[in-house]
């Protein structure tokens, strides 16, 4: 899996939910998203490893696109 790709979706996933408010219900639901897709996008790290990098990555890109 190229991590742009999971970056993308990531972003895409945060346009998808984002309103106004309710930042970590909003976190929340990507991580929904984002736990339906783990075992399709044949990620080679541990499901904990792979949930907190991108809990990091979210809180990232919150702060630097909205």
């Known amino acids: ?3 742009s790709i999971l970056w993308n979706i990531v972003k895409m996933f945060m346009f998808l939910v984002e309103r106004p408010g309710e930042g ?3 976190k929340r639901e990507v991580l929904e998203l984002l736990d339906e897709l783990y075992e399709e996008l044949n990620i080679p790290l541990p499901k904990e490893i792979f949930d907190s990098v991108v ?3 979210i ?6 696109i909205f």
């Open 1 to 3: 899996m190229n991590l």
């Open 24 to 26: 970590e219900k909003k």
């Open 55 to 57: 809990s990091s990555a």
């Open 59 to 64: 809180d990232y890109l919150a702060t630097v």
